[in-house]
Protein backbone atom coordinates (compact mmCIF):
# COMPACT_ATOMS: atom_id res chain seq x y z
CA UNK A 1 0.00 0.00 0.00
CA UNK A 2 0.90 3.53 -0.80
CA UNK A 3 2.11 5.52 2.02
CA UNK A 4 2.98 9.32 2.90
CA UNK A 5 4.07 10.79 5.63
CA UNK A 6 4.53 14.46 5.86
CA UNK A 7 7.08 16.20 8.42
CA UNK A 8 8.79 19.17 9.18
CA UNK A 9 6.61 21.43 10.05
CA UNK A 10 6.19 23.37 13.38
CA UNK A 11 6.14 27.03 15.15
CA UNK A 12 8.24 29.72 13.88
CA UNK A 13 7.87 33.80 13.71
CA UNK A 14 6.89 35.69 10.74
CA UNK A 15 10.03 35.77 8.08
CA UNK A 16 11.67 32.54 9.42
CA UNK A 17 11.93 29.07 7.35
CA UNK A 18 10.58 25.66 7.68
CA UNK A 19 11.46 22.33 5.49
CA UNK A 20 8.34 20.40 4.90
CA UNK A 21 9.17 16.65 3.74
CA UNK A 22 6.82 14.10 2.24
CA UNK A 23 8.08 10.34 2.04
CA UNK A 24 6.39 8.25 0.05
CA UNK A 25 6.35 4.61 0.67
CA UNK A 26 4.87 1.43 -1.41
CA UNK A 27 6.05 2.15 -4.21
CA UNK A 28 9.34 1.37 -6.38
CA UNK A 29 11.72 4.21 -7.33
CA UNK A 30 11.06 4.02 -10.92
CA UNK A 31 7.35 4.81 -10.65
CA UNK A 32 7.92 7.81 -7.82
CA UNK A 33 10.47 9.44 -10.36
CA UNK A 34 7.28 9.51 -12.76
CA UNK A 35 4.70 10.86 -10.02
CA UNK A 36 3.47 14.06 -10.05
CA UNK A 37 2.97 15.22 -5.85
CA UNK A 38 1.72 18.20 -4.56
CA UNK A 39 1.39 20.17 -1.48
CA UNK A 40 -1.71 21.46 -0.36
CA UNK A 41 -3.32 23.35 3.03
CA UNK A 42 -5.76 24.17 4.95
CA UNK A 43 -6.29 26.87 7.29
CA UNK A 44 -8.64 27.10 10.04
CA UNK A 45 -12.44 27.42 8.39
CA UNK A 46 -10.97 27.39 4.80
CA UNK A 47 -11.08 25.09 1.89
CA UNK A 48 -7.92 22.94 0.99
CA UNK A 49 -5.65 24.91 -1.35
CA UNK A 50 -2.83 23.78 -3.67
CA UNK A 51 0.08 24.89 -2.54
CA UNK A 52 2.93 23.93 -5.27
CA UNK A 53 3.06 20.79 -6.83
CA UNK A 54 5.92 18.81 -9.19
CA UNK A 55 5.60 16.64 -11.86
CA UNK A 56 7.56 13.30 -13.15
CA UNK A 57 9.80 15.48 -15.69
CA UNK A 58 10.28 18.37 -12.83
CA UNK A 59 7.63 21.03 -14.02
CA UNK A 60 6.63 23.15 -10.85
CA UNK A 61 3.77 25.26 -10.34
CA UNK A 62 2.97 27.69 -7.10
CA UNK A 63 0.04 29.33 -5.86
CA UNK A 64 0.43 32.91 -6.70
CA UNK A 65 0.21 33.68 -2.80
CA UNK A 66 3.31 31.75 -2.10
CA UNK A 67 5.46 32.58 -5.47
CA UNK A 68 8.91 33.51 -5.08
CA UNK A 69 8.81 32.60 -1.25
CA UNK A 70 8.16 28.68 -1.25
CA UNK A 71 10.06 25.99 -3.60
CA UNK A 72 9.45 22.77 -4.30
CA UNK A 73 11.76 20.05 -5.37
CA UNK A 74 12.07 16.13 -5.02
CA UNK A 75 14.89 13.79 -4.57
CA UNK A 76 13.95 10.27 -6.38
CA UNK A 77 16.50 8.31 -4.79
CA UNK A 78 14.86 9.35 -1.19
CA UNK A 79 11.39 8.84 -2.44
CA UNK A 80 10.96 12.60 -1.42
CA UNK A 81 9.29 15.71 -1.58
CA UNK A 82 10.49 18.42 -0.29
CA UNK A 83 8.95 22.77 0.59
CA UNK A 84 10.85 24.85 1.36
CA UNK A 85 8.98 27.80 2.86
CA UNK A 86 10.87 31.13 3.35
CA UNK A 87 9.69 34.35 4.24
CA UNK A 88 6.44 33.07 6.02
CA UNK A 89 3.74 35.08 7.25
CA UNK A 90 0.95 34.36 9.82
CA UNK A 91 -1.10 33.71 6.42
CA UNK A 92 0.76 30.35 6.12
CA UNK A 93 -0.57 29.22 9.14
CA UNK A 94 -2.21 25.62 8.06
CA UNK A 95 -2.51 22.08 7.74
CA UNK A 96 0.18 21.21 5.03
CA UNK A 97 -0.82 17.68 3.25
CA UNK A 98 0.97 15.85 0.80
CA UNK A 99 -0.58 14.31 -2.17
CA UNK A 100 1.03 11.38 -4.50
CA UNK A 101 -1.32 10.02 -6.50
CA UNK A 102 -0.82 6.81 -8.53
CA UNK A 103 -2.81 5.42 -11.03
CA UNK A 104 -5.30 8.20 -10.40
CA UNK A 105 -6.00 7.43 -6.74
CA UNK A 106 -5.00 9.99 -4.42
CA UNK A 107 -2.86 9.06 -1.95
CA UNK A 108 -2.56 11.73 1.33
CA UNK A 109 -0.45 12.27 4.24
CA UNK A 110 -1.71 13.09 7.73
CA UNK A 111 -0.78 16.64 7.64
CA UNK A 112 2.05 18.38 9.70
CA UNK A 113 1.03 21.96 11.36
CA UNK A 114 2.66 25.07 10.19
CA UNK A 115 1.94 27.65 12.15
CA UNK A 116 3.48 31.46 11.90
CA UNK A 117 3.23 33.68 14.96
CA UNK A 118 3.22 37.26 13.76
Known amino acids: QVQVVESGGGLVQAGGSLRLSCAVSGISGSIFRLNYVGWYRQGSGKQRELVAS???????NYADSVKGRFTISRDNAKNTVYLQMNALKPDDTAVYFCNAPVLGRNNWGQGTQVTVAS
Open 54 to 60: ITGGGST
